[in-house]
């Protein structure tokens, strides 16, 4: 798609050291996946994440947003991440 820089739709990927600055930066559909360190700039939503077990750690997006789609977080670890705003408390 090309509005988003990043799309993955599955499980056990891993997104590190990537740059992006499109409509929506990272998308994440699945479980048990890893992103770390990445820099997204431009984006409405830098970060999109919808599924569980996921670790989003050590990325950049000083002038966006970030959401996680799923209640409490549902055991996605969010640690080290710089960002305008987050849509749930659990993400830091």
Do not use: M
């Not at 056990?12 to 992103?35: E, Y």
């Not at 970060?47 to 409490?72: C, K, T, Y």
């Amino acid at each position: 798609n090309h509005d988003r820089d990043f799309a993955v739709f599955g499980n056990d990927n891993v997104l590190v050291q990537n740059a992006g600055s499109g409509a929506d930066g990272f998308f994440i559909q699945g479980d048990n996946n890893r992103v770390s360190r990445n820099v997204v700039f431009s984006s409405s939503d830098a970060f999109s994440i919808f599924g569980q077990n996921n670790i989003i750690e050590n990325n950049l997006a000083p002038f966006q947003s970030v959401v996680d789609g799923n209640v409490n977080c549902d055991n996605n670890t969010w640690s080290g991440n710089i960002f305008a705003t987050a849509n749930q408390a659990c993400i830091q």
